[in-house]
């Protein structure tokens, strides 16, 4: 996801991998920022050079292990993070911005279960192991509205296999997005892929999941009069091409 307040397209930078679209710097870092950048993100880089655990991320080891896939200013990924001490999130956003942000949040409160890839998310889900991930949030990706982008949606045909893959059987996958043809567009995906199965049991998609921390995107979206939807996959234990 491109950080929330920030335009898609200001930049195209390419890194050792992979294009990475999208600004991957904005103003210049306060002071306290940038020594946190300096001195403490790479005590919580994750390594994606070679196939690891995701408690090899971590100083100690977590009953289970989420990711969250470009977390902007980091709001939501700090507040599960709060709230579920016992769970290790890895949190993946290229925007040094954002990123920033969030170590302020987990310098303040010494937060030991957030592990950073300030990267392509795709990099983390190449080096996880099968299986190994109970939750995935993709949480107002960029929608790349023009349509000779479409092939860089987040919402892919590889890249949903590879959710699939790190997810456990049972494992949730939310996705949340205020732009109506980007919801169809990864119902169709999703549909297509046939791994995972859509908890739709009230029919309302604008309604929020229980607990849910909100996002500064999402805020922003509601004052706009953008209306967000939520939608919530169960991974299957194995796929069913053509359903959801």
């Not at 996801?1 to 999208?22: F, H, L, Q, T």
């Not at 567009?185 to 029919?203: I, K, M, P």
């Amino acid at each position: 996801m491109s950080a929330p307040d920030e335009p898609p397209e200001s930049e195209i930078s390419e890194d050792r991998k992979r294009v990475v679209y999208g600004r991957r710097q904005g103003h210049k870092l306060h002071p306290r920022q940038a020594k946190l950048v300096d001195d403490l993100l790479p005590r919580l880089r994750v390594d994606v050079q070679a196939l690891a655990r995701p408690a090899d991320w971590f100083s100690r080891a977590f009953e289970t292990y989420a990711l969250e896939i470009g977390f902007g200013g980091g709001e939501h990924l700090v507040s599960r993070a709060r709230a579920q001490t016992d769970v290790g999130f890895i949190g993946c956003e290229p925007f040094l911005n954002g990123v920033a942000k969030l170590l302020i949040e987990i310098d303040e409160d010494n937060l030991d279960n957030i592990a950073v890839h300030d990267e392509d998310a795709r990099d983390v889900l190449e080096a996880l192991p099968d299986q190994c991930l109970a939750q995935v949030y993709l949480l107002y990706p960029d929608p790349w509205h023009k349509n000779r982008h479409n092939k860089r949606r987040f919402i892919s045909p590889e890249n949903l296999d590879q959710v699939f893959r790190v997810l456990r059987p049972g494992g949730r996958f939310l996705v949340a997005s205020d732009i109506p043809p980007y919801i169809e567009w990864t119902l169709s995906h999703l549909r297509e892929q046939g791994g995972f199965a859509w908890q739709d049991e009230t029919g309302d998609r604008q309604k929020a999941p229980e607990g849910w921390p909100g996002t500064r995107y999402e805020a922003k979206a509601l004052r706009e009069g953008r209306v967000p939807t939520y939608l919530e996959f169960i991974r299957r234990e194995t796929r069913q091409v053509g359903t959801l």
